[in-house]
């Protein structure tokens, strides 16, 4: 009976299983009998409408996983049945469906849609987020851009692009550096430099180099010149609290982000670039000829009643260029010293390819580039990066690799020549003898060619490498860590040989020639793990990121000078010198350590919430003042998918954004708060002397700075028309400065924080228009532009403290502070000023209340960009309305030996005159000279506001071959022209000591296959 039942239960639970299975089962059944399609090779070629091949469209079949993409000249094969759907898809075009018919071949023509806009990805540092959909400020510059300027350093691409980035190129000589501020100054430090992430991996934008050894020919030497502009896939730069929170106190003075270009699927690729550059002054001084410049120097001395001294030979030291030096004699010392043609000879070659799951780069670069100075001088920069890129099967698991490494060798001589080719008596003597030595014309002059004589050299070696791996350890959850190293070291010596001086000095080898050396490096690693969860409702989406970060940044520096050789032939034997000094010597390490988070919350697919908040830990502040906590919250609202505008013609795009939120800073150098002693290279008895240099004080902490943004983009017409405005307001307070120290203290002063609050305003409008759009021709044009105000709202007790010369409140940081200049006294011929405190003198610092502020009013950039066919033709102008020091700062009295401006003629001569300049004077007696004070006067500034052709780029590209050869040959220009009414060298740089930025002119070839 028992086992009656059990049977009977067995068979009702195999029926059971039976019913519950069968449905399944016959599906099995059904599909096992059902042969798939037949598969074929499909193959064609993939252009846009002008016929041009499109590279990386991914072409998938509808059906199934199975997909390829295609190579850089269009062409592309996949597997397919024949009653198949081909999917084509690139970002920046429309998505085409393809039927394949049974056919073999399928060639296809994609059409650009210009309402794609919002696929187009932005990089925000820890995540990204698309064009349309962000709620941050971050103004972006693509590869297609930089390519077409002919530049080395990656900041000299970006000028005038950018709106709220002001770029200032500090010299000509190649190798320099560049001054950047991203929406202003924020601190009383006048630390300006934005944090700069490559790859994920932070790098040190200081400068290493030590003044003693590159003052006189190139000051600070950027690092940035590592990176190479032709590896560089795009630079994004986060402005506002929203985009920069995340930074935490390293985003303070924004954050710039370069992507280097990464490896594409499809066929392995070559592509090689080789151009050559010209490059030469673009604009010269009026300058006095030998008649006029004599002419103004004998006036000088006779009003000075000097004139019967010009008879005593004993005196001629005192004005060779009157009584010795050939007074017919004129040489254009611009021309000879600064007049030459600069070369550069750029080679780049990279090879990409790889398949859907690997991807792979190597490019490897090599520049060289001489000077407009006489002599043999030269930069050389070689460079190698790399990029692999790899998932797993089943797309879980990721990993990026990238690395490069940049050799830098910079051989100048040891001073620029810009001063001299300004100030050199037109009359001077020859620069060679007639056995082809320097001619020091019996000892009466400086040859200015000595300075061939020193040498300065700076080698630099860089490397920057990132990983970045990931692992999706859930659908909506994925583990990643980032893991980044650089290291860059710099080894510069100025060489400083007798033969560079005067030979009446008397100066030897073992008396004179120096050396001077600098040895510096600095090494950073980061380890950033994160965690990052998705996921999409109906309604609603929500992404959350939560992140850590350990970095440690290692910097040693010693300046070394040796003196005394016994021939010039040792001089960079430091170990042949007769004294050895040390100037400085530091080693430095720098902790830094956060934790970090992003909330991303969108409703309806057009209200967006975003939170960033970050807490930083830093090396730099005392126990209990180590950590910050920093955060911003991001709004945005979409109103163009409202149900009201989905439908227009009219408007494409309408956002709304905003946000608010507080960045910090820690930006002040290493071991500030303890008491730090120096190493004074001097000895007592033997041993050697400690020199005290910093107090302690535990008690400064962060510096703030928050921000606040709203902004309006709106998209018309298919975004034909696009149009991005922004208003921030940006106040930065708690300012970490030196507070100055009594003399009797032994510190000149104290590091700690001062009740100041700086504030920065502006307005900034980002435009964009696709004119006119045809099958053969195509016009676009962008603009830029920047309206900002700086101002300090708050000090507390200005006037009474040491910075009343420097500031004042409700006035830009950026502001100087003159005499104002009233004219030249008709009687007396002298310069006369205001008496601001009335005390009937004229004095420093009572009368220095002239305000004039050095900071742009407004900049900006536009470039107009046409297509006729294979033909492109790109123009992009830099403007800035600005005030500068002008001609006047550096010469101001007529008859002073050394050359002048032309200007300097209309001078006052006789009693009754109105003239622009004094009275000419020889600057050897007691009598009245107020020219110094002139330099320091209002008169010094005037309008330095100029238009720019900041670059011209022609292309051509040659038809396809047949072996699939792609052929461009393109001429680019650089600086080519400048409308301005400033009266000094240049602009842009306003200064007589330095080389201005070069116009540059260049013709090149890219070939790829």
Excluded: C
């Excluded at 975003?610 to 945005?636: E, H, I, M, Y």
């Amino acid at each position: 009976m028992k086992n009656s039942l059990n049977q009977i239960s067995r068979t009702k639970m195999f029926l059971f299983l039976y019913l519950l299975l069968a449905p399944l089962l016959h599906q099995k059944l059904a599909a096992g009998i059902t042969f798939d399609p037949p598969q074929s090779t499909i193959s064609g070629t993939i252009t846009d409408i002008n016929g041009l091949p499109l590279g990386g469209v991914t072409i998938r079949v509808q059906s199934t996983n199975r997909g390829t993409i295609s190579d850089m000249d269009g062409t592309y094969s996949i597997q397919a049945g024949p009653n198949d759907l081909l999917v084509f898809s690139i970002v920046g075009f429309r998505t085409l469906e393809v039927p394949n018919d049974g056919r073999n071949t399928i060639n296809v023509q994609m059409e650009e849609d210009v309402t794609q806009l919002g696929e187009v990805i932005l990089n925000a540092g820890y995540y990204t987020v698309s064009e349309k959909e962000r709620t941050g400020s971050i103004a972006t510059i693509k590869s297609e851009i930089m390519e077409k300027q002919p530049v080395a350093n990656p900041l000299a691409a970006m000028q005038g692009h950018l709106s709220g980035v002001n770029i200032v190129q500090n010299t000509g000589v190649p190798g320099g550096s560049f001054s950047v501020e991203v929406r202003g100054r924020n601190f009383l430090n006048g630390v300006t430099d934005p944090l700069y992430i490559v790859d994920g991996v932070p790098y040190g934008s200081q400068s290493l180099a030590a003044p003693r050894v590159s003052t006189e020919i190139i000051g600070d030497i950027s690092p940035l010149n590592a990176i190479n502009p032709n590896d560089i896939e795009s630079i994004e730069v986060l402005k506002d609290a929203d985009a920069t929170a995340i930074y935490g106190s390293r985003g303070a003075n924004g954050v710039v982000l370069i992507t280097t270009k990464k490896g594409k699927a499809g066929k392995t690729r070559f592509d090689a670039h080789l151009s050559t550059t010209l490059s030469g002054v673009s604009n010269f001084l009026d300058l006095m000829n030998s008649q006029q410049y004599l002419e103004i120097r004998r006036e000088g001395i006779d009003n000075d009643g000097l004139t019967p001294l010009l008879e005593n030979p004993a005196l001629d030291g005192f004005w060779p260029d009157i009584t010795v030096w050939d007074n017919n004699r004129y040489t254009d010392w611009q021309k000879e010293l600064i007049g030459g043609t600069a070369y550069r000879q750029n080679a780049q070659l990279s090879i990409s390819g790889g398949n859907e799951l690997t991807q792979f780069l190597v490019s490897g670069g090599y520049l060289k580039e001489t000077t407009v100075f006489p002599g043999d001088a030269n930069y050389r920069k070689a460079s190698l990066n790399s990029n692999l890129t790899h998932r797993s099967n089943n797309g879980k698991f990721k990993i990026n690799f990238s690395s490069s490494y940049t050799r830098e060798d910079n051989r100048l001589p040891g001073a620029d020549f810009t001063q001299q080719a300004y100030s050199l008596e037109p009359n001077a003597p020859a620069l060679f003898d007639e056995e082809g030595n320097l001619n020091w014309e019996n000892n009466t002059w400086d040859n200015p060619l000595a300075a061939l004589e020193e040498e300065f050299v700076a080698a630099t070696n860089t490397i920057i490498s990132n990983a970045t791996l990931s692992y999706a350890v859930a659908p909506n959850l994925e583990l990643k860590s980032s893991l980044g190293f650089t290291r860059y070291r710099l080894d510069s010596y100025v060489t400083n040989p007798n033969t560079a001086r005067n030979p009446g000095l008397g100066l030897t080898p073992q008396n004179f020639s120096n050396l001077t050396t600098n040895a510096s490096e600095r090494e950073s690693w980061i380890v950033e793990p994160q965690l990052n969860w998705k996921k999409h409702w109906d309604r609603l989406s929500l992404d959350v990121l939560v992140g850590t970060t350990f970095q440690q940044e290692s910097s040693n520096q010693i300046v070394l000078r040796g003196r005394g050789f016994p021939n010039n032939g040792l001089i960079k034997n430091l170990a042949a010198a007769q004294s050895l000094e040390i100037f400085s010597t530091s080693d430095a390490d720098y902790r830094y350590s956060a934790l970090f988070g992003r909330i991303n919350l969108k409703l309806y697919d057009r209200y967006i919430l975003n939170l960033t908040g970050r807490r930083d830990g830093s090396s730099r502040f005392g126990p209990g003042r180590q950590f910050g906590n920093f955060g911003a919250v991001g709004l945005a609202w979409i109103f163009s998918r409202e149900t009201l505008f989905k439908e227009s013609s009219f408007l494409s795009h309408g956002k709304l954004r905003g946000s608010y939120g507080i960045t910090g800073s820690d930006n002040i150098g290493d071991y500030r708060y303890l008491d730090t002693y120096n190493v004074s290279g001097e000895s007592y008895a033997g041993t050697t002397l400690l020199e005290p240099s910093g107090i302690f004080n535990p008690q400064f902490g962060w510096e703030a700075n928050r921000k606040l943004e709203a902004a309006l983009e709106l998209g018309f017409f298919n975004d034909r028309v696009f149009l991005n405005t922004s208003w921030y307001r940006n106040r930065s307070s708690n300012q970490l400065v030196g507070i100055p120290l009594a003399a009797t203290t032994g510190f000149s002063q104290l590091t700690g924080n001062f009740d100041a609050v700086v504030e920065n305003t502006g307005f900034e409008v980002d435009l964009r228009t696709v004119n006119v759009r045809s099958k053969q021709f195509e016009w676009s044009t962008t603009l830029n532009l920047t309206v900002p105000k700086n101002k300090l709202v708050e000090f507390d007790d200005l006037e009474s403290s040491t910075f009343a010369n420097r500031y004042v409140i409700g006035e830009p940081l950026t502001i100087v502070k003159l005499y104002n200049a009233l004219g030249v006294n008709p009687e007396t011929g002298i310069y006369e000023f205001e008496d601001y405190d009335g005390d009937g003198e004229v004095s420093n610092p009572g009368d220095l209340e002239w305000i004039e502020d050095l900071a742009p009013k407004w900049y900006g950039g536009m470039g107009n960009t046409f297509t006729l066919g294979n033909l492109s033709l790109d123009v992009f102008f830099q403007f800035k309305k600005q005030r500068a020091y002008n001609a006047v700062r550096f010469d101001a009295t007529p008859g002073f030996r050394g050359n002048v401006p032309v200007a300097l003629l209309d001078r006052w001569q006789q009693p009754g005159d109105i003239a622009t300049y004094q009275r000419s004077s020889s600057g050897f007696t007691t009598v009245e000279d107020l020219g110094g004070r002139q330099q320091s006067s209002n008169a010094a500034v005037s309008d330095a506001s100029f238009l720019r052709l900041r670059n011209i780029a022609l292309n051509y590209k040659l038809p396809t071959m047949e072996n699939r050869l792609d052929i461009n040959v393109y001429l680019q220009g650089q600086n080519l022209w400048t409308l301005t009414n400033y009266y000094g060298p240049d602009p842009e740089q306003p200064s007589s000591t330095r080389l201005p930025p070069l116009r540059q002119l260049t013709l090149g070839l890219q070939i790829s296959f």
